[in-house]
């Protein structure tokens, strides 16, 4: 999406259904992050890219293979994630403020020892939150530039980064430690390669989710149609990673593949980007949850009230005071007190946690959410 969207004028039933946002959240609609992470590579590459590199993080990988879920509910936990990122970028003020703590809660539990490791790990630590967060926006950036409409400029660079560490305001991490530049993105990275390991969890967890699409789409979606596209989408990723990734990764993959890869997937990107009618039948199929939060944003609708807010104002009127690192916080006291959330057991069926929706009355709650 490199084009002004259009004034919402009708369409189909569907479309009719699509109530406007409360208000534009945390980002204004002309946004560099919008921009970016509204353009199709964002669903299709960038977010496998994602989660897929971030189980380079021993205690990532621990986190997710205690809990199973990404396993076990593959579907549904693509659509979640997508679910809460839209939220954070797209949603209403006060949906993101919802959204916001009901991850707290669900992540208050994901908790214990990396076996490999011997470390204890939380998925609500600051420092794991951050790696998870940069290498969201960092992967979500790559593909755009690579299989979109190329490099941003210099400034608008500068202010996707800046909008980077907004969107980080609703989760418990350190805001004055991010990086601000591409350079000190790199340097980050950089610096965190000494802490991954290459375990058999991690490799099991890479193979499986750089072909995430073989087992993310949904259940209806015929099997020669998952095994074309994640041909296409694999390789994708792959050709985003540098060469030490691919090794640690056991994902080798040649710069003639790379190639052609770009060649025959970008020209496609771009002509779904231009065309909203064909993205939003796309999403709707991909990720359900989404698309009530992204639909508005495609279709031109403008919110009921045309307003930008700061973390500080929204906390305020909509009364959620609480900041995910004094929620943080107050998790290890109660821990430490031995009275805090019983962790994950593996491969759990537990009850579910919904995340908010955002919509007319300023979020909704999704009924059919899991983690």
């Not at 002004?4 to 534009?24: K, L």
């Not at 794991?128 to 940069?134: D, E, G, N, Y």
């Not at 792959?238 to 993959?253: D, F, L, N, Y």
């Amino acid at each position: 999406m490199s084009e002004p969207h259009q004034p919402y004028a009708g369409g189909s039933v569907e479309d009719r259904e699509v109530v406007p946002m409360r208000d534009h959240g945390f980002f204004a609609p002309d946004s560099v992050a919008r921009r970016v992470w509204s353009y199709p590579t964002s669903m299709l590459l960038g977010f496998s890219r994602a989660v897929t590199i971030e189980h380079l993080d021993p205690d990532l990988t621990a986190a997710v293979i205690q809990s199973g879920q990404v396993k076990q509910r593959t579907p549904l936990r693509f659509d979640r994630t997508m679910q809460y990122f839209a939220t954070i970028l797209f949603g209403d003020a006060e949906s993101v403020l919802k959204s916001s703590d009901i991850l707290m809660r669900i992540h208050s539990r994901a908790t214990g020892t990396d076996p490999v490791t011997g470390r204890g790990f939380a998925a609500n630590d600051p420092e794991s939150q951050k790696w998870i967060h940069l290498t969201a926006w960092h992967s979500i950036l790559i593909t755009y530039e690579m299989f979109g409409p190329g490099r941003l400029s210099e400034a608008d660079e500068l202010e996707y980064w800046r909008e980077c560490a907004v969107a980080a305001r609703f989760q418990t991490i350190d805001v004055e430690s991010l990086p601000r530049t591409r350079a000190e993105v790199a340097a980050y990275f950089d610096d965190f390669r000494p802490k991954m390991v290459a375990s058999a969890g991690m490799l099991d967890m890479f193979d499986f989710l750089v072909n995430m699409q073989l087992s993310s789409l949904p259940p209806e979606i015929p099997e020669p149609i998952r095994k074309s596209l994640n041909a296409l989408t694999s390789r994708a990723v792959v050709a985003t990673m540098p060469k030490w990734m691919r090794e640690m990764g056991h994902v080798p993959q040649s710069a003639a593949v790379d190639a052609v890869t770009i060649m025959a997937l970008k020209p496609v990107l771009l002509a779904i980007s231009k065309a909203p009618r064909v993205m939003l039948p796309l999403l709707r199929t991909l990720t359900p949850r989404t698309y009530p939060i992204l639909a508005p944003f495609f279709l031109g609708m403008k919110p009921l009230e045309e307003h930008v807010f700061t973390e500080d104002e929204a906390r305020q009127r909509f009364a959620y005071p609480n900041r995910p690192r004094d929620i943080y916080l107050e998790q290890q006291r109660a821990r430490a007190e031995g009275h805090g959330p019983t962790p994950y057991e593996h491969d759990h069926r537990d009850d579910l946690l919904a995340f908010a929706t955002a919509g007319e009355s300023g979020g909704t709650i999704d009924q059919h959410g899991g983690h």
